[in-house]
Nanobody, 120 residues
Framework: VQLQASGGGLVQAGGSLRLSCAVS????????MGWFRQAPGKEREFVAS????????NYADSVQGRFTISKDKRLKMVRLQMNSLKPEDTAVYFC??????????????WGQGTQVTVSS
């Protein structure tokens, strides 16, 4: 299972970014997907997930209403649209495959991470 995250960058508070995670066709068809983030000195935390079969989504309270996770069937990508970004959203963001849960240990495979920096 190979995951390739991209789309991070530097943005001002209130701005938007869209992260993408490219996956293989098999991964896209058979695995639920999630996004996590990790800020310096902090543990990796759940951001959002999407079920492989129902498409049901789940969000951390801190991003609910601002972030949207989705699947692009044509390109075999999982997206994370991030709006109304805040400085506290600054972190390395990782995509992961294998679950819809909030515990990182439930996921089987991880991408390499992409840095998101939100300036105040």
């Amino acid at each position: 299972v190979q995951l390739q995250a991209s789309g991070g960058g530097l943005v001002q508070a209130g701005g938007s970014l869209r992260l993408s995670c490219a996956v293989s066709r098999r991964t896209f068809m058979w695995y639920s997907m999630g996004w996590f983030r990790q800020a310096p000195g902090k543990e990796r935390e759940f951001v959002a997930s999407i079920s492989r079969d129902t498409g049901r989504t789940n969000y951390a309270d801190s991003v609910q209403g601002r972030f949207t996770i989705s699947k692009d069937k044509r390109l075999k990508m999982v997206r994370l649209q991030m709006n109304s970004l805040k400085p506290e959203d600054t972190a390395v963001y990782f995509c992961a495959a294998g679950s819809t849960g909030m515990n990182p240990e439930e996921y089987q495979s991880w991408g390499q991470g992409t840095q998101v920096t939100v300036s105040s």
